[in-house]
């Protein structure tokens, strides 16, 4: 296993866990904070990772998007059961560019497609039959087109300064290793469990 770079170590143990976990191994917690410090988690998916940092897609007009533009800290938690680990990531977000974000919408089932121009995340919704009228007005409006990428939804890339490992170990002595980057530079401790 690759020890002094955590994105390599991280690819290496993504990798176990799409190979073992019977659900998605993409999803995760995600946490962020508004101004004031209040804190609000939710799960997303992984679209992808590099050593830039870790990218998920949203609108931004959505309750997490509007945390992160009030503060731009936020932080992920994954979790595979069955190979006992337990990965922690935090850092600053940032907008992935539109180009980056054309590309990953254009492979996004027609569905997903349709349903990012006709929810308006997060806002108060009166009746699904509601949602289902602008589901339908969506889809006749893109009938014979391809449906572009609305330009309020996009992705946000996590660029990280701390990723923790964690893996289960008997008698509750897990062990933990916890990676910080400062200066572009990555340096790494074993914790106590």
Known sequence: MTVDDPIARFSEVYARAADSESFDPARCALATADGDGRPSVRFVLLKAFDARGFVFYTNFESDKSRDI???PSAALAFHWHTIGVQVRISGTVTRVSDEEADAYFAT????????AWASKQSRSLPDRDTLNVQVTETEKRFEHVSVTRPPYWGGMRIAPDVVEFWKNRDDRLHDRWRYRCIDGEWSHQRLYP
């Open 108 to 115: 996004r089932d027609r569905g997903s497609q349709i349903g």
């Open 69 to 71: 533009a009030e503060n």
